[in-house]
């Protein structure tokens, strides 16, 4: 139990760092979050945890499939905030996402890689 409470209060304590440096300087934030730093402690947890390596290694593999799709969201959140409620373009995003996740999964099929 003190384990899975190290985990969270080490994972919640970087996701309020990030939060806070960016209130301070939009760049370093972003720069910061842009980190793969969930996927490092996943990573790290899964090694100290006992994974093996394959399982280790999938998890990277697949991370970087399903970061792919979430890029555009970067691109477009930025425009549509300018133009309607934070809700409406954090939901279109989300919706965006999720189709480009579906165009992702098709055509990587056609190269043997399954994502879904």
Request: hydrophobic letters at 60%; a positive charge.
């Amino acid at each position: 139990m003190i384990w899975i409470l190290t985990k969270y209060l080490i994972t919640a304590g970087i996701v309020v760092l990030v939060s806070e440096v960016a209130k301070r300087s939009d760049r370093i934030g972003a720069l910061i979050a842009a980190l793969p730093t969930v996927t490092i402690l996943v990573l790290i947890w899964m090694y100290i945890e006992g994974q093996d390596q394959e399982k280790l290694a999938n998890h990277a593999y697949y991370t970087f499939w399903y970061v792919l799709p979430t890029l555009p969201m970067f691109l477009i959140f930025p425009f549509l905030l300018n133009r309607y409620s934070f809700w409406v373009s954090l939901g279109t995003c989300a919706v965006i996402s999720i189709v480009c996740f579906a165009i992702v999964a098709v055509i990587v099929r056609q190269f043997g890689i399954r994502l879904s």
